[in-house]
């Protein structure tokens, strides 16, 4: 081969080593150390490879139990792959450009790639040898070893963060079962507080509802993995309890009649809101400007049956119903499809109004 072929191949092998090494740092970054939702290519792959395995696997389960199991491994066992995938790009990266210094052979550059990701120090360049590249050989090693301990500092720091947040989702999760039964329903919602403490009751649930939506639009975009993290208990689900609580919302505006409340009203907004986010960063299309005629995953019939329930336990009705429905469908219509897609992305457990529409129907069979 020419001398000057051989250089070119060199050079060509270099730049390519550098590229997939400095690509995969700069994915690390963007997905665990940036400050906002960043959908990253290379963690959109590994989680999609992986979910298609994990689906398989549920699929093959005869209860939800079983599948619930399965599936609360996903979204750990992938985050920690993660990092597994990401030193080996750069292990492979830098071997690359090992071997275009010319420090020995390609198994040598290999090893000594290894040993330095992982700063080992059992081969070095000088343990082949020397040429006259010795010197970028070296400045390699100690990049190398400085990117290897950055990623490890990276996931440390990042497991922490992760699951403050997830506590703090799972909060308030956990005591919607207390007002809403499990699953959560927005008829019981209202019932329960009716029977219990009284529709004012409500104003403190909203308020603090609306700071948790704020809240997951942060933590849920920036630490995307939490959207995949299932609660502790399986009936339970960050997604299922955010459709309860605006349902509830929902229906306390269009159909009982009490005074107009414009915490209700908020609630629901922030909570579209924040859904509406976070599909965007799973690139979920949806319609941004909703007309309250257009079609939403409630029927008529099922708005009839909740009102039905709410009158023959006492709560007072607006006599209007048609104008009900129409209120009802204007909120519904603004967070329909983004909380039924997120339904069926984190394969939530069943619950009505939710999880329990469209490609989820089948899922729950087995549960019944």
């Given at each position: 081969?020419?001398?000057?072929?051989?250089?070119i191949?060199?050079?060509?092998?270099?730049?390519?080593?550098?590229y997939?090494?400095?690509w995969?740092?700069?994915?690390?970054?963007?997905?665990?150390?940036?400050p906002?939702?960043?959908?990253?290519?290379?963690?959109?792959?590994v989680?999609?490879?992986?979910?298609?395995?994990?689906r398989?696997m549920?699929?093959?389960?005869?209860t939800?139990?079983?599948?619930?199991?399965?599936?609360a491994?996903f979204?750990?066992?992938?985050?920690?792959l993660?990092p597994?995938?990401?030193?080996?790009?750069?292990?492979?990266?830098?071997?690359?450009?090992?071997?275009?210094?010319?420090?020995?052979?390609?198994?040598?550059s290999?090893?000594?790639s290894g040993?330095?990701?992982?700063?080992?120090?059992f081969?070095t360049?000088?343990?082949?040898?020397?040429?006259?590249m010795?010197?970028?050989?070296?400045?390699l090693?100690?990049t190398?070893?400085?990117?290897?301990?950055?990623?490890?500092?990276?996931v440390?720091?990042?497991?922490?963060t992760?699951y403050?947040?997830?506590?703090?989702?799972?909060?308030?999760?956990?005591l919607?079962?207390?007002?809403?039964?499990?699953?959560?329903?927005?008829?019981?919602?209202?019932?329960?507080?009716?029977?219990?403490?009284?529709?004012?009751?409500?104003d403190?649930?909203?308020?603090?509802?609306?700071?948790?939506?704020?809240?997951?639009e942060e933590?849920?975009t920036?630490?995307?993995?939490?959207?995949?993290f299932?609660?502790p208990?399986?009936?339970?689900?960050?997604?299922?309890?955010a459709?309860?609580?605006?349902?509830g919302?929902?229906?306390?505006?269009?159909?009982?009649?009490?005074p107009?409340?414009?915490?209700?009203?908020?609630?629901?907004?922030?909570?579209?809101?924040?859904?509406?986010?976070?599909?965007?960063?799973?690139?979920?299309?949806?319609?941004?400007?909703?007309?309250?005629?257009?079609?939403?995953?409630?029927?008529?019939?099922?708005?009839?049956?909740?009102?039905?329930?709410?009158?023959?336990n006492?709560?007072p009705?607006k006599a209007?119903?048609?104008?009900?429905?129409k209120?009802?469908?204007?909120?519904?219509?603004?967070?329909?499809?983004?909380?039924?897609a997120?339904?069926?992305l984190?394969?939530?457990?069943?619950?009505?109004?939710?999880?329990?529409r469209?490609?989820?129907?089948?899922?729950?069979k087995?549960?019944?």
């Open positions: 081969m020419p001398f000057w072929v051989e250089v191949l060199r050079i060509v092998l270099f730049l390519a080593g550098g997939l090494a400095g995969t740092v700069m994915s690390a970054i963007r997905s665990f150390v940036l906002r939702g960043d959908n990253v290519a290379l963690t959109r792959f989680f999609r490879r992986m979910s298609t395995v994990y398989l549920a699929k093959r389960t005869k939800y139990a079983e599948q619930d199991r399965i599936m491994l979204a750990p066992v992938t985050l920690l993660l597994v995938i990401w030193l080996f790009l750069i292990l492979i990266g830098y071997t690359m450009m090992f071997y275009a210094l010319g420090e020995g052979t390609l198994y040598e290999f090893k000594i040993s330095s990701l992982y700063t080992l120090g081969f360049v000088d343990s082949v040898a020397p040429n006259g010795a010197l970028f050989a070296t400045i090693e100690f190398e070893s400085t990117i290897g301990l950055g990623l490890i500092a990276i440390i720091s990042y497991l922490p992760m403050a947040a997830f506590s703090a989702r799972e909060t308030l999760v956990t919607l079962e207390i007002r809403a039964n499990s699953p959560p329903s927005a008829v019981d919602l209202i019932l329960r507080a009716h029977r219990i403490r009284g529709f004012d009751s409500l403190e649930l909203w308020a603090a509802w609306e700071v948790w939506f704020a809240q997951i933590s849920h920036s630490l995307f993995a939490l959207n995949l299932r609660s208990q399986p009936d339970r689900s960050w997604i299922t309890a459709g309860a609580v605006m349902d919302a929902a229906l306390m505006h269009a159909a009982v009649n009490v107009r409340n414009a915490q209700s009203q908020l609630c629901i907004r922030a909570g579209y809101v924040a859904l509406r986010h976070i599909a965007d960063f799973f690139r979920i299309p949806y319609n941004a400007n909703p007309n309250y005629t257009d079609f939403i995953s409630i029927t008529r019939e099922e708005f009839e049956e909740a009102l039905d329930q709410l009158a023959a006492g709560v009705l209007d119903r048609d104008q009900a429905w209120d009802f469908t204007g909120w519904r219509v603004n967070y329909d499809t983004v909380l039924l997120l339904c069926e984190v394969m939530a457990p069943y619950a009505p109004w939710s999880s329990d469209g490609l989820q129907r089948s899922v729950f087995i549960m019944k």
